[in-house]
């Protein structure tokens, strides 16, 4: 048999097995990399909880942390990105757009839609909500409103640096896993469920779902091959430490102890993967976990950064076999609609009724401001869908393909079931995925599963069901569907098809 047969039969398996035949052109790899200080020197406002909290020092300084890509086919551009990784709670609606504004002009050669902001959803960064919290609890403290221009000004600086010091260099990726997240909903015998719920009771029954530990590693090096930056994706919050103290959470012992390795100038980017349901904190085994982190001398947050920490050198010693120069590199920015979750009539009632009780009180607590403005939203969402209003959500998608990795974008706390789908579908070697990037004109909330949703209604409780009713979802599970089905649909686009814009 003529080896021409031979390699048409292997063809046809190759096809019928589903494998993808890459045609893709690799090119040159340019890099530039950059770390932005975003903490200031005066007490803040702390995101994340139903009052505020100003902070009473610093326990670890926020960064933002900045990464430009660029392949060129000689003097030929063809494509960019600009990757910012926050150590903030979340990107809030209007401030990744005021941003591309601010730069307006700094970049020359850059296209300004394909830079995209994300955080690591840090518990105790500072706010960017001015309308989170009452303003008269605020104080003398750097409110919100002054706080973003500032932030706007930090990570400017950073990006230009990064952009304007790229590169020819290389990139490696691996796949480790440590143990950092946790299921945070708690499931009880009459199929009700709630996040971070009892479980020394007679009616818990289990954690309603799965658990991500994979560590996703992409090693940015200079021509001579040592390390220039790392971005490091895994499926859980920063909600490690807590208290009254700005801190980055365990995103910073993870940058300390890989410094401490690998040289005090690599950046490292911190990306959230799809984690609405899970968080560092184990909700069984506490009181062991505490033991152990104790005998090592270490907080728990230390602890979740030692084990990122271990696993990132793990994955680092290993891929080094497999350093490219000249990769395939795509970005593509999508505008999505996805269905908006409908506010029924029986929510509508509930939030109103929390509203006017609110209202109606002569003294308020300081979790009433933030309670009002939950309820009060789902009021609005129905009355605007009786109009025939808000019945999409449009939300900004990056999807990116580096080499063998996929990397997809979305703007929500998706629960980890969404995230599964998609890497279980992608054509890639690895798959990427980052939450809370890229936000769309509204706030977009958790983004829950339908068995999430089955574990309970709306009512006056606002931490009944959390993280699953309508009052913290702009989104519901149709529209999840949606976005995982765009999602892989956009990423087979990338492998099939590359050339098509």
Known sequence: MSLTILNKQFL?????????????????????SATADITPDRSVPLTGGTAVRISTGILSRCTANVLALESRDGERVVDQAILVACDLCVIRPGVQEGFRKHLAGQLPGFELNK?????THTHDAPGIFQDRYDEKDYGDSMQPKEYVPWLYQQIAQAVVKAWENRTKGAVAWGLGHAVASHNRRVVYNDGTAKMFGPINIPEFRGIEGYED?????????????????????????????????????????????????????VCILGFCAPAGDQTPRPQVSKKSEQR?????????????????????????????????????????????????????????IVAKKVCEEIDTRKTRTKSDHWTRNLYGSVAERYLAQQ????????????????????IATNPFELFVDYGVQIQARSPAVQTFLIQLAATGRQHAYYLPTPRAVAGGKLNEKPFTNYSATVMTGMVGPEGGQVLVERTVAEINDLWKDPEKK
């Open 292 to 348: 152990m982190y104790e005998f090592r001398g270490l907080t728990y947050c230390q602890e979740i950064g030692r084990r990122i920490a271990v696993a990132f050198d793990d994955v680092a010693g290993v891929i080094t076999k497999d350093i490219r120069l000249d990769v395939p590199f795509i970005h593509r920015v999508r505008q999505v609609e996805l269905p908006a979750r409908i506010v029924t009539e029986a929510e509508y």
């Open 12 to 32: 046809v398996i190759l096809v019928t097995l589903g494998l993808n035949i890459l045609s893709v052109e690799a090119s040159e790899l340019w890099i530039g």
């Open 387 to 406: 109009k025939g209003e808000m019945k999409t959500y449009e939300m900004e998608l990056h999807v990116l393909r580096l080499g063998d990795v996929a």
């Open 115 to 119: 830079l995209f902001l994300t955080a």
């Open 213 to 265: 530990h994979a560590v996703h590693v992409l090693c940015f090096y200079d021509t001579q091959k040592r390390l220039k930056a790392a971005a490091i994706t895994l499926s859980t919050t920063a909600q490690a430490a807590g208290g009254r103290m700005v801190s980055a959470d365990f995103w910073h012992d993870v940058r300390r102890l890989i410094r401490e390795r690998h040289g005090e100038d």
